[in-house]
């Protein structure tokens, strides 16, 4: 009887190498706010890491080609009145950015492909609505200008960024959100809540489509992202503090399909997901395998990387595309025609490390299995059409000649009139304002009462005067 000894994985030889130290950003001041998020995000221009700064909130953008020491004097991005909590590249436009604070704000922010001389602090459009703290973000997958967020006061908003609108708010939670992410078409949405439920939400019909109660029965925080085939990836804790990982579906959450335990480290494991390779990546700890359907549907351990520094504070991961979660991947589209797979940043106190993930090839040919077609920048859907109940899937360019980001394309906001919306005031209201004969006559009849008012009122000043002279005149005896 013969028996598979070698795991048939075309990532299983797949390793870290961290890049060298002239090729890593020094002296940041990575921000030291207690929230759990990667604090920075990547895309195929800039790294843009939130830092810290006096008398409000900011995050450095920084051109990946510049790496090295950063001026202590380099413009940020500093608009917000407390600290910033998430930032995301819009996935449709290297140049555009969301930021969420605790100032309870939402701004979207247009970078120049330049430096800029001073800081940018005017956003171009700033997204109001919610109560209490934003702490997370999510740009739409397909549809253009669509940016998600949640807050502490348990409401997730979803914009229309174009017009600064709220289309839809989601009141769906009863305690605080830990973490929200898209499917791959973004006609669903997974949230995971301090409530110990992850949900399946349908935005656009304000339902929980499915939700399963404590996945993991510790109470510590969840974090749950979906797969490409519509599973859910949940990584949490066991009632003994051990960190644990989930495969579900949705459509059946009484049994999971993959549930296995990990360590006993109490650090909140951020899942990062890749659809075109199928890897998730925990940020920071390992990397595994989801498999698609199949008849042994396993959660595959596959590498790791461990960094020997201990001042590690909040890893940001990145790969070679937009992840449905919102997750800051690196568009790698640039590293096709070698063996790199994807990369990440570890955030240091004062430094941004890059570690390239590699499965190690002596060929220079492009390698089609590893680098298929992926989600390229121009979006599916217009905003109109996805809340009209279109659902597209993301529109895939091919890696095999490489990628040239597009040039610096300038968002356009439309500003609603508000007084479009009010109803004209008065008892008229109820009148048909198509009879164009009555409007005449209503106007004629509105301006010849405003003079009969006018020469009312210059006839009684006159007659004020009057009585003013002769008031003073009895007074110095003269009368």
């Not at 048939?8 to 020094?26: I, N, T």
């Not at 955030?347 to 298929?372: A, G, N, W």
Request: charged letters at 25%.
């Amino acid at each position: 009887m013969s028996r598979r000894v070698v795991r048939q994985s075309k990532f299983r030889h797949v390793f870290g190498q961290p890049l060298k130290a002239d090729q890593s950003y020094e002296d940041i001041r990575v921000s030291k706010v207690t929230w759990d998020s990667c604090f920075c995000a990547v895309n195929p221009k800039f790294v843009a890491i939130i830092v810290e700064s006096s008398g409000g909130g900011a995050f450095l953008v920084l051109p990946l080609a510049k790496t090295g020491r950063v001026d202590k004097n380099h413009p940020m991005v500093s608009g917000h009145t407390a600290p910033v909590l998430d930032i995301d590249w819009c996935p449709h436009n290297d140049n555009v950015i969301a930021s969420a604070s605790e100032d309870t704000t939402v701004m979207v922010w247009q970078i120049p492909d330049h430096t800029p001389v001073r800081s940018i602090t005017e956003p171009i459009v700033t997204l109001e609505g919610h109560s209490k703290r934003v702490g997370i973000i999510a740009w739409h997958p397909t549809a253009r200008n669509v940016l998600l967020s949640a807050g502490s006061d348990n409401l997730i908003i979803i914009w229309n960024v174009g017009t600064g609108e709220a289309l839809i708010n989601l009141d769906k939670h009863s305690d605080l959100v830990y973490n929200v992410c898209w499917n791959r078409n973004g006609s669903l949405i997974c949230t995971t809540c301090k409530d110990k439920k992850v949900r399946v939400i349908d935005p656009r019909k304000q339902q929980v489509v499915a939700e399963k109660f404590a996945p993991h029965e510790g109470i510590r925080p969840m974090r749950a992202t979906f797969t490409r085939e519509g599973y859910i990836f949940t990584t949490g804790f066991t009632r003994m503090s051990q960190r644990e990982l989930g495969l579900w579906d949705p459509k059946n959450f009484d049994e999971p399909i993959a549930l296995q335990e990990m360590d006993t480290s109490n650090g909140v494991l951020l899942p990062f997901y890749d659809p075109d390779s199928s890897i998730v990546y925990l940020c920071g700890k390992k990397a595994y395998l989801l498999p698609g359907l199949c008849i042994r549907t396993v959660v595959e351990y596959i590498a790791e990387h461990a960094t020997t520094s201990p001042s590690v504070t909040v890893p940001g991961v990145t790969g070679r595309q937009s992840g449905d979660s919102g997750a800051p991947w690196l568009q790698d589209r640039e590293f096709a025609s070698s063996c790199y797979i994807f990369r990440f940043y570890k955030l240091h106190e004062r430094k941004c490390e890059p570690i390239i993930m590699t499965v190690p090839r002596k060929s220079d040919l492009f390698q089609d299995d590893l680098y298929p077609d992926t989600a390229g920048p121009e979006p599916a859907l217009e905003v109109d059409e996805w809340m009209e109940g279109k659902n597209a899937n993301p529109i895939l360019i091919s890696l095999r000649d490489g990628y040239v980001p597009l040039k610096n394309r300038e968002l356009k906001i439309t500003k609603k009139n508000i007084l479009d919306n009010k109803p004209p005031l008065g008892p008229r209201r109820s009148y048909s304002t198509c009879d164009a004969n009555f409007s005449r006559v209503t106007m004629e009849d509105l301006m010849e009462e405003i003079r009969g008012l006018r020469m009312t009122v210059q006839t009684q000043e006159k007659r004020i005067s009057d009585l003013e002279n002769k008031l003073s005149k009895f007074t110095n005896g003269t009368a």
